[in-house]
């Protein structure tokens, strides 16, 4: 299945892309961020991010269906 992806922050840094459509036999956002982890080098373990699929909010094992958008949102610091 093909599904986007969006990158914010640091993983738009490591991925040095802030999107891109990827195939994919990953079933749930779990296994995508694992096998997108592998392709990019991700340093943010997959407890620590936020995830949506379609905008919506979803939890790390909410599965896939070809063409979801999917953004990963890792915490991000400030003031």
Same mark, same amino acid.
């Given at each position: ?11 738009? %840094?490591? $991925? &040095? &892309?802030? %999107?891109?459509?990827?195939?994919? @036999?990953?079933?749930?956002?779990? %296994? ?17 991010? &936020? $995830?949506? #699929? @379609?905008?919506?909010? /979803? ?9 979801? /958008? #999917?953004?990963?949102?890792?915490? #991000?610091a400030g003031g």
């Open positions: 299945m093909k599904i986007t992806i969006h990158y914010f922050a640091m993983l738009r %840094e490591q $991925a &040095r &892309r802030d %999107e891109e459509s990827r195939e994919t @036999n990953a079933t749930t956002v779990a %296994e995508l961020y694992a096998e997108l982890t592998q392709a990019h080098g991700f340093t943010i373990p997959a407890g620590n991010l &936020r $995830a949506a #699929v @379609n905008d919506a909010f /979803v939890k790390m094992d909410a599965p896939l269906r070809d063409g979801d /958008v #999917v953004t990963f949102i890792p915490p #991000v």
